[in-house]
């Protein structure tokens, strides 16, 4: 059973425009989430995360909205860059400690065309 | 600052040889550590952590194993490769006890023939 689902494996946008990546989980436990950015050959790389007392966070051109009502996160990139093309990854921890581990979406396919 | 490594960064192995793949992290104490497998087109699965030296937890029954000699050391092993263990490897440690986010070695490209 997956626990946190990306339905979109991939994305296509043009430069410019802003980006949406969805992402959707089940288990109500769920207190803080994270998104994960990851170029083929290297390991993902932290993007922004939020904790479920917030509905919104921001890092420059990153967004996350979390709404826990329905159970769904999305990830706004506003304006898109080429460079932004990744894989990006939707993770989920229930606990308030580390020692749970994380867990990962599917992942979304982002391509930013020029 | 906290660095994680992972060697090799790639390797080719025939079917039924063994494996054994390292990760360290430098610039932190009792981290968690963990070890994924992410398959061509797939998703981060994750195979093991461990929260503390000689303690592992296994994810998915499997042709794997690992193993924590010392606190800061990660080993994922194999007594014999098969097909299905190409992929990409990656090891991640995490804050024990907090809310941080959780960092990923750059990877081993595995390649079984």
């Known amino acids: 059973d997956q626990q946190v689902k990306q339905n979109s494996p991939s994305l296509s946008v043009q430069e410019g425009r802003i980006s949406i990546l969805n992402c959707d989980y089940t288990?109500?436990?769920?207190?803080?989430f994270l998104w994960y950015k990851k170029y083929p050959a290297e390991g993902p790389t932290f993007l922004i995360s939020?904790?479920?007392?917030?509905d919104k966070n921001e890092d420059g051109r990153f967004t996350v909205f979390l709404n826990k009502s329905a159970k769904h996160l999305s990830l706004h990139i506003v304006p898109s860059q080429p460079g932004d093309s990744a894989v990006y990854f939707c993770?989920?921890?229930?606990?308030?400690?580390?020692?749970?581990?994380?867990?990962f979406g599917k992942g979304t396919r982002l391509s930013v065309i020029a | 600052s906290q660095t994680i490594h992972q060697w090799p960064a790639t390797l080719v192995q025939p079917v039924g040889s063994p494996l054994s793949l390292e990760c360290t992290v430098e610039g932190t104490s009792n981290p968690n550590l963990y070890w994924y497998r992410q398959a061509a087109g797939r998703g981060l699965q994750l195979l093991f952590y461990s929260v503390g030296i000689g303690q592992i937890s296994s994810e998915v029954p499997q042709n794997l194993s690992a193993s924590r000699p010392q606190d800061r050391q990660f080993i994922l092993s194999s007594k014999k490769l098969l097909l299905s263990d190409s992929g990409f490897y990656l090891c991640?440690?995490?804050?024990?006890?907090?809310?941080?986010?959780?960092?990923f070695g750059p990877g081993t490209r595995l390649t079984v023939l």
């Open positions: 993770a989920a921890s229930d606990g308030h400690s580390g020692n749970t581990p994380l867990v």
């Open positions: 288990n109500s436990m769920f207190d803080y």
């Open positions: 991640a440690w995490r804050d024990r006890d907090s809310y941080n986010e959780q960092f």
């Open positions: 939020i904790s479920s007392i917030k």
